[in-house]
Every structure is written in structure tokens, then in C-alpha cells.
């Protein structure tokens, strides 16, 4: 009977202490879960903020392109322009030597 006594508190001692190591493992399961959710609010954070930062660079790359692409369609415009006159003096001039060569040849057959 004494045996039995001891045996039954022996095993309410190891259940209370069983129920106790499940206890702490509660609490360090909820510990854990409670810093993981503040790293992923974190991790969260940052992310969104580098997407924003990635948003905000896309679009002043988008603004630098255009500038540039302003200036490249102005210098091409600017050329273009360049390449009129240049061409209509070229063609005055050419006009005008050949009526030169028509007058000189006029001139040459007149004499023979």
C-alpha cells in the first residue's frame, strides 16, 4: 500500500512536472511566434519601402529619358535644318555655274 502511495505521488510529481515543461514550451512557442511576426512586419516594411524606392527611381529615369531623348530630337531637328540650307545653297550655286557654263558656251559658239 505504502509502495502504491509512493508510486501514484511519485507519478502526480512527474505529471506536474510534465504539465509544467508543456507550459514553458507554450510560452516559447508563443515567444517565437510573436518575434517571427515582428521580423516578417519588418521584412514586410522594407520591402514595400525598397518597392517604393525602385517606383520613384523608375519614374525620374523615366523623366531623365525624355529630357534626353528632347535633346537628342532638337539637335537631329537642328541638323535636319542645316542640312536644308546647306543643300538649297549648294543647289544656288550649282544653278548659277551652269548658267555660267550656258552663257560661256553661248558665248563659245557665238565666236566659231
Known amino acids: 500500500e505504502d509502495d502504491l502511495a509512493k508510486l501514484a505521488e511519485s507519478r502526480s510529481s512527474i505529471d506536474g512536472l510534465v504539465a509544467g ?16 511576426e515582428a521580423d516578417l512586419d519588418t521584412i ?20 531623365a529619358l525624355e529630357a534626353d ?12 535644318e542645316k542640312l536644308i540650307q546647306d543643300r538649297s545653297i549648294l543647289s544656288k550655286a ?16 557665238g565666236l566659231v
Open 69 to 80: 531623348l528632347g535633346s537628342v530630337n532638337g539637335l537631329v531637328n537642328s541638323h535636319a
Open 21 to 36: 515543461q508543456v507550459e514553458k514550451l507554450a510560452e516559447g512557442r508563443d515567444l517565437l511566434r510573436r518575434a517571427l
Open 94 to 109: 550649282l544653278e548659277d555655274d551652269l548658267a555660267k557654263l550656258a552663257e560661256s558656251r553661248s558665248s563659245i559658239d
Open 44 to 63: 514586410k516594411g522594407v520591402v514595400a519601402d525598397q518597392s517604393q524606392q525602385l517606383t520613384d527611381n523608375r519614374a525620374e529615369f523615366a523623366r
